[in-house]
């Protein structure tokens, strides 16, 4: 899984430069080619407490999670390019670093 990890986190950075430094709109139709991508990483971390951390922090981060898939879905539905560039920059991202970070610090193999 963490390669695929890495792979999203990488397309939403490239997504995230072409809209704030290269000024491309076109966000939201790359959005949508990696919606699959996005699904598989949700369904992954909804399936279980990986790290087995606190469950209440647990519920609380994947009640987070599914918000801002909701704000991805909407933003897509609405062709809203800043509410979608904030919830994958701001939010999705977030989550992908935490699962990256762990790896590339080896403190945890689970993924």
């Given at each position: 899984?963490?390669?695929?990890?890495?792979?999203?986190?990488?397309?939403?950075?490239?997504?995230?430069v072409g809209y704030l430094f290269r000024q491309e709109r076109?966000?939201?139709?790359?959005?949508?080619?990696?919606?699959?991508?996005?699904?598989?990483?949700?369904?992954?971390?909804?399936?279980?407490?990986?790290?087995?951390?606190?469950?209440?922090?647990?519920?609380?981060?994947?009640?987070?999670?599914?918000?801002?898939?909701?704000?991805?879905?909407?933003?897509?539905?609405?062709?809203?390019?800043?509410?979608?560039?904030?919830?994958?920059?701001?939010g999705l991202k977030e989550y992908l670093l935490l699962f990256l970070q762990k790896?590339?610090?080896?403190?945890?193999?689970?993924?």
């Open positions: 899984m963490y390669d695929n990890i890495k792979k999203l986190e990488q397309q939403i950075d490239d997504i995230a076109k966000n939201i139709e790359l959005v949508k080619k990696i919606v699959p991508q996005i699904q598989e990483f949700v369904f992954w971390f909804l399936n279980g407490n990986r790290y087995g951390i606190e469950e209440k922090l647990y519920k609380d981060l994947s009640n987070n999670l599914i918000y801002i898939l909701e704000d991805i879905l909407e933003a897509l539905e609405q062709g809203d390019r800043v509410l979608l560039h904030d919830a994958l920059t701001y790896k590339e610090d080896n403190i945890n193999e689970y993924i």
